[in-house]
């Protein structure tokens, strides 16, 4: 069973930085899609952030790129998200989630198989 465990989340001041961890078990890592997505109270989940299952590509979107990255590390199972220069707009619940999907964009939530249970992330102004 495939499971996908958050972790990083927390309370933070404007401009400042957190590291979101997603841990992930029950089928092979490295051969599947990882992207991050965030809600909001009384909005849709949206698209953050993916990666390739080699890492070579990578897709953001365009409200926080140049802000976060994404990453993995194949070896221990577990893909990141970097956040700097954090605004109170960057408050949500953020997923992390596993597609096999790889003709998919990847920036919908319907191009996924598997999902975490969210961390949750405040930005104070």
């Known amino acids: 069973q495939v499971q996908l465990v958050e972790s990083g989340g927390g309370l933070v001041q404007a401009g400042g930085s957190l590291r979101l961890s997603c841990v992930a078990s029950?089928?092979?890592?490295?051969?599947?899609?990882m992207g991050w997505f965030r809600q909001a109270p009384g909005k849709d989940r949206e698209f953050v952030a993916h990666i390739s299952s080699s890492g070579g590509t990578l897709d953001y979107a365009d409200s926080v790129k140049g802000r976060f990255t994404i990453s993995r590390d194949n070896a221990k199972n577990t893909a990141y998200l970097q956040m700097n220069s954090l605004k109170p707009e960057d408050t949500a619940v953020y997923y992390c989630?596993?597609?096999?999907?790889?003709?998919?964009?990847?920036?919908?939530?319907?191009?996924?198989?598997?999902w975490g249970q969210g961390t949750q992330v405040t930005v104070s102004s």
């Open positions: 029950g089928r092979t890592f490295a051969r599947y899609v």
């Open positions: 989630a596993q597609s096999s999907q790889i003709y998919s964009s990847g920036k919908f939530p319907g191009d996924y198989d598997y």
